[in-house]
């Protein structure tokens, strides 16, 4: 199989391979029993699949393939409205929901540009939490250190495993505090999180409409901007050509709890990172962002993330309060004790801050930090609450940061083969998501 939806776009051009192999091969990966494909979707549209791969074969033999991407496999996470299927986001408390009516703008865009759906991926009940785990539908694991049994990352769990394993060439996840990004890093691909409005939320279920937005997880940089820009409407989406990576100045924040905390192989990697991005020419200069201080007080009382989830499920909660993952129902509770006051206290809060860290970052290309402070936990490290919490918080520290001042963020691996699964994480400025893909680009060709 092509390694890269741009390598797969060629050799559907040139007849090497045809959409039907592309689909059939993945999923047999899905199917294999020996594989994680059981966990990592929780519904496969295999009929589906083949015939719309056996369309768009017809049509670019008859020259009409809607674009040159048309016949390439995808997956969705499961909180995208597909119509005629019941959209549980990863729970059972929706399991007798009625079928969505109306297939979400993000998918249907895709769709129209003839790229295969295989099905939907596993998540993280209602897309809270960063750690990957499902009790509903079972856990899948990190490609790494499979015998251990490691935490995917979430809550585009699904999607993270899905694209490592070769399960489609992308996946569609969410983002409302990482969950695209840490599912990267700890799988060891590539994950995006655009800048909010870029890309439509409609028919998508909410997490924290002030937070969420919508990305890819793929190989590539360039397959997540082709993703994205299909996302957001581009009828002719393209990956942004890499910047030159000398002279690029990456700021690197100094001085704030972003940088505390790294286990010894995420701090060996990143600095080593670090250190061929420089070698090649990359200005690696120290940022003082001081007021990233004020984030956890801000959030303190639950944040966005609770206080809006909890809007969205109160009446939910009154008819299905078993039914939910308690760790789960803990955090959508938190925002049970948030009052009017507190709420317009913290979206004061957050203009403020997205006003004084902007002049700030503007003479940079990219802020740049390691994605997740630790590489991938073992599921039994996070079997009791208290270190489910804790390690849950670990891993959303730095990517949250990217969400509450409503940037665009991308995690790139930055580890060698074999080795714990590191990521680099860029984040660019509000709505600098094209520029942002080129930085990343030129980062990927120096880390390659």
């Not at 009929?47 to 009409?64: F, S, V």
């Not at 996840?173 to 691909?189: I, Y």
């Not at 690696?284 to 303190?300: G, K, M, R, S």
């Amino acid at each position: 199989m092509p390694h890269s939806i741009a390598a797969a776009a060629d050799a559907l051009a040139s007849g090497a391979t045809t959409a039907r192999s592309l689909a059939e091969a993945a999923l047999a990966r899905i199917a294999d029993p020996a594989g994680e494909g059981a966990r990592a979707f929780v519904q496969v549209q295999a009929k589906a699949a083949l015939a719309a791969a056996d369309a768009m074969d017809g049509l670019r033999a008859h020259g009409r393939a809607p674009s040159r991407f048309a016949g390439i496999p995808i997956s969705v996470k499961d909180l995208f409205d597909q119509a005629g299927q019941v959209t549980a986001a990863g729970s059972v408390v929706l399991a007798d929901a009625p079928p969505a009516a109306t297939t979400a703008p993000a998918v249907a865009r895709l769709e129209r540009l003839g790229f295969v759906v295989l099905g939907r991926t596993n998540m993280v009940e209602f897309a809270f939490s960063g750690l990957g785990v499902n009790p509903h539908f079972g856990t899948p694991l990190s490609p790494w250190d499979r015998a251990t049994g490691r935490c995917p990352g979430g809550s585009s769990s699904g999607a993270g495993v899905a694209v490592a394993d070769g399960m489609g060439f992308a996946a569609l996840g969410s983002d409302t505090g990482g969950s695209c990004r840490v599912p990267a890093a700890l799988c060891g691909v590539v994950g995006y999180k655009p800048t909010a409005k870029r890309v439509p939320i409609t028919n998508v279920v909410p997490l924290s409409q002030s937070l969420d937005s919508i990305g890819p997880l793929a190989r590539t940089v360039a397959c997540c901007a082709v993703i994205h820009a299909g996302m957001a409407g581009d009828d002719q989406p393209a990956a942004p050509a890499a910047l030159p990576l000398a002279g690029l100045r990456l700021g690197l924040p100094r001085g704030t709890y972003l940088t505390d905390g790294m286990d010894a192989t995420v701090a060996a990697t990143f600095d080593a990172a670090l250190a061929r991005l420089s070698a090649a020419g990359a200005l690696i200069v120290p940022l003082d962002l001081p007021e990233l201080a004020d984030i956890p007080a801000v959030n303190a009382t639950g944040g966005f993330a609770a206080s809006e989830a909890w809007a969205l499920h109160r009446d939910i909660i009154a008819r299905g309060r078993d039914r939910y993952d308690p760790r789960i129902l803990a955090r959508i509770l938190r925002g049970e004790r948030m009052t009017s006051t507190d709420y317009i206290a913290l979206v004061a809060a957050r203009a403020a801050l997205i006003a004084a860290i902007a002049p700030r970052t503007a003479p940079f290309d990219a802020v740049v930090l390691p994605t997740c402070p630790i590489v991938p936990p073992a599921l039994a490290e996070v079997a009791e609450e208290r270190d489910y919490n804790r390690i849950n918080m670990a891993l959303l520290r730095n990517t949250s940061v990217g969400n509450f001042l409503d940037r665009c963020s991308i995690s790139l691996p930055c580890h060698r083969p074999g080795e714990a699964p590191v990521g680099l994480m860029l984040m660019g400025e509000h709505d600098g998501d094209a520029r942002l893909f080129a930085v990343a680009a030129a980062v990927e060709a120096g880390l390659a």
